[in-house]
């Protein structure tokens, strides 16, 4: 039987690049995004289809999770991709702006999360996808709220799978480096203070660093195809690095002490 997948976030980025590689390999996929009527991309694909789901609304999760079970009956995969990046001088946030990638990248996970496992534990089955970040294990500068809310991401993961393993949920943990979408671009909040230029030299230095790292830097399906695997390799293995150079900083930053890590992180970027 043709198995069935609802994702996050499918406008752009990861997301588009995932609902292509699912529907390329015969599943029917419920492509979910906050403005669907935009959407011309996935016209000729003849097994996906369109939702509104905006994370930060439990109402159009709930709508998006009842309309998937009465279309499709089973829901095999549910994939947690929607997700910015707010950088920047932390002391220069406000409560809006944190509680705003909170509420996305945190809570509306968390929402969708459960919304699927009360679709999935009557099934007796159902893995659910969540896109952390190699930034959910390590750090660099400038991102202490966007890693915070990738952290949470983990660990909330982490935890909930001991309790849903007895209901053969399957949860996974994909942990990408840098890669080429619009997170960079107009998905970004970037936030310089406007009272100080103390920061101007430190968020210059790292962000011309940055530019030269993104040069080498993957597009998205990359991480799709590593979604892919990780949603049919029928293992238990929770997580999933890729993208260059993720994987091998992960392995180094369980390798080195905090000492020598932060110093590669000050030399890489010149601070
Ligand atoms: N690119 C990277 O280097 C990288 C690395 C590690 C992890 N990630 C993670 O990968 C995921 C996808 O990011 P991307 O790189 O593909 O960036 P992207 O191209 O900017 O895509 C982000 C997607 O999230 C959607 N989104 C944002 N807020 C939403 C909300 N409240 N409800 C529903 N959808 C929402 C956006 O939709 P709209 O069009 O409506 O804004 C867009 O479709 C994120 O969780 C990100 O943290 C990215």
């Known amino acids: 039987m043709k198995k069935t997948v609802l994702i996050t976030g499918t406008s752009s980025g990861i997301g588009k690049a995932t609902v292509f590689e699912f529907a390329q390999n015969g599943w029917n996929v419920i492509a979910t995004q906050r403005n ?29 999770m009842s309309n998937a079970q009465i279309d499709f009956g089973k829901i095999d995969v549910v994939i947690n991709n929607a997700g910015y990046g707010v950088d920047g001088a932390f002391e220069a946030m406000s409560d809006e702006i944190i509680e705003k990638q909170f509420n996305t990248n945190v809570f509306g996970l968390m929402r969708v999360t459960r919304e ?16 952390s970040s190699m930034g959910g294990k390590i750090t660099f500068p400038l991102y202490s709220i966007y890693h915070s809310t990738k952290f949470a991401v983990e660990g909330f993961t982490e935890s909930l799978h001991y309790e849903l393993a007895q209901f053969n ?103």
Request: no cysteine; charged share 30%; glycine share 4%.
């Open 36 to 64: 669907p009527e935009k959407e011309t991309d996935f016209n000729k694909l003849q097994n996906v289809k369109m939702y509104a789901l905006d994370v930060t609304n439990l109402e159009s999760i709930k709508a998006a």
């Open 169 to 271: 949920i399957k949860m996974k943990l994909i942990e990408p480096g840098p890669i080429v979408t619009d997170f960079y671009g107009r998905s970004r909040q970037f936030i310089k203070p406007t009272d100080t230029n103390q920061y101007d030299e430190f968020i210059q230095k790292f962000n011309e660093a940055a530019e030269k790292v993104m040069k080498d830097a993957e597009g998205p399906e990359v991480v799709a195809k590593r979604i892919y695997k990780s949603a049919t390799d029928n293992s238990n293995q929770m997580r999933y690095a890729v993208g260059k150079p993720g994987p091998m900083l992960l392995v180094l930053r369980k390798l080195l002490s905090d000492k020598l890590y932060f110093l590669m992180v000050r030399k890489s970027y010149n601070l």
């Open 116 to 131: 699927a496992i009360k679709l999935m534990r009557p099934q007796g089955s159902g893995t659910i996808i969540q896109i």
